[in-house]
């Protein structure tokens, strides 16, 4: 069994202020993790990709994330908001060799100017 | 951005009524899904295919149904439509289980 939380609903920051998305998860098995975006009436766009080979992962738009198995987490943060990195994003968990992903229910990111 | 085209991009129609939904790719990847979309749902996962002609349950397939008689096209059917199935349907694609998934624009389906 797998699932994944992610703990705020709604985030609002300033453009130029770090961001941080909080995601937790639990699988019975090693998990694979995502980060997707999901821009306005857009579809999902992968923004990173953990799958054990280290535990800092980069991604596009300047975004990491950290897996930290003790806690269970996969936070995703930024350094620095810019008004384009207005959108939803998603955590999504894979356990296991099948197909199934789980999806977070989403944390919207408002960046005010 | 991966070949992945859905139509109709939007639809309103009455209860009761059949729908087929519609995804296309020109990746040639082994996998498609058919994923709907609420508010506070996140994305939950339709059905999905392995194959030409292999397909398999997701977890809310219950009045769905699928086809999948060519590797590029993955079509997704609303029996009889209920209003509980108002919803954006996304279709996406991987190369492999473990590969990213590559998604399509989404259908707005409105069921009155």
């Known amino acids: 069994a797998q699932s994944v939380t992610q703990l705020d609903s709604h985030v609002s920051v300033s453009e130029g202020t770090p961001v941080l998305l909080r995601c937790n998860y639990s699988s019975s098995y090693s998990p694979s993790l995502f980060w997707y975006v999901q821009h306005p009436n857009k579809g999902l766009q992968l923004l990173l990709k953990y799958t054990s080979a280290a535990t800092l992962v980069k991604g596009i738009n300047g975004f990491e994330a950290e897996f930290k198995k003790s806690e269970t987490s996969f936070h995703l943060t930024k350094p620095s908001a810019h008004m384009s990195d207005a959108a939803e994003y998603f955590c999504v968990v894979k356990g296991g060799s099948n197909y199934k992903l789980t999806f977070g229910k989403g944390t919207l990111l408002t960046v005010n100017p | 951005d991966a070949g992945i085209t859905q139509s109709p991009r939007h639809k309103v129609t009455e209860t009761g009524t059949p729908v087929t939904l519609r995804c296309h790719q020109t990746?040639?990847?082994?996998?498609m899904y058919w994923y709907r979309q609420d508010p506070g749902h996140g994305l939950r996962l339709i059905h999905y295919s392995y194959g030409v002609k292999d397909t398999d349950k997701g977890e809310v397939s219950d009045g769905y149904s699928v086809s999948r008689s060519k590797t590029e096209d993955f079509l997704l059917t609303l029996e009889s439509a209920t209003s509980s199935q108002t919803s954006v349907y996304f279709c996406a694609i991987s190369a492999g289980v473990s590969e990213k998934l590559f998604f399509g624009s989404g259908t707005q389906l409105s069921v009155l």
């Open positions: 990746e040639n990847h082994r996998y």
